[in-house]
């Protein structure tokens, strides 16, 4: 099943209610919220009190991404705060805190998932995938939208997933940057099941029709 998470840092922030509702009413999997700190990545977005009105105005499960430095100080929060799936960048701490921070995720009731930036080789991550209930392999470098796709991530998302299969993990594998009607089709042939999506999504002229468009990709799995 194709699920479709998109990202509101296209949202308009002015009615940014209006268009959560809106988008679970067009049949959104998730609500993919972008948090940046400044550090990590050099932009600066949303943080717990926002997430936790979010979280007060939908039922949609929340897929949060911490594009933040050292987020093992604030897992615990940002669950309380809502999020249903926490995910923490590979690059952003030591693989010890990371491995403690995702059994943190997990021990608090929601999924843990790994960001990958384009960088960052699959063999890198590959002793933490056991600890994780998701992946996203970024296809674009972290921190703006409005980016172009980058589909030589593709081979690193094909590496991933055959190797989750191969040790039988009950793992999702999103892809975020650049997703459009026009490259979402690449991301499910390698194996993504979950897509963000967020300039493209919010610039068609119907967005029920678009979510619907992608989640029809299941045929070319």
Not at 41 to 55: D, E, H, R, W, Y
Not at 71 to 80: A, K, L, T
Not at 89 to 96: A, G, L, N, V
Not at 180 to 199: F, I, P
Request: net charge negative.
């Amino acid at each position: 099943m194709i699920k479709i998470a998109p990202s509101i840092l296209s949202a308009d922030f002015v009615n940014l209610e209006r268009d959560i509702r809106h988008l679970s009413a067009c049949g959104a999997d998730y609500i993919h919220v972008d948090v940046m700190d400044g550090l990590f990545v050099p932009n600066i977005t949303i943080g717990f009190p926002v997430l936790s009105a979010i979280n007060g105005i939908t039922d949609t499960p929340l897929d949060v991404h911490l594009m933040i430095d050292r987020p093992i100080r604030y897992v615990e929060r940002f669950v309380d705060a809502g999020a249903d799936i926490l995910t923490l960048h590979y690059e952003s701490d030591t693989d010890e805190n990371t491995l403690d921070a995702l059994k943190r995720i997990r021990n608090c009731g929601a999924k843990s998932a790994l960001a990958l930036k384009p960088g960052t080789p699959a063999e890198a991550v590959i002793p933490l995938l056991p600890y994780c209930d998701m992946v996203l392999i970024m296809t674009v470098e972290p921190g703006f939208g409005g980016q172009s796709f980058m589909a030589d991530m593709m081979p690193k998302l094909e590496k991933i997933c055959s190797w989750c299969s191969r040790e039988q993990l009950n793992c999702e594998f999103e892809v975020d940057g650049g997703v459009s009607e026009k490259t979402a089709r690449q991301c499910v042939q390698a194996g993504a099941n979950v897509l963000v999506t967020g300039n493209a999504l919010f610039r068609a002229p119907d967005i029920a029709s678009f979510i619907q468009a992608l989640k029809a990709l299941e045929a070319y799995v």
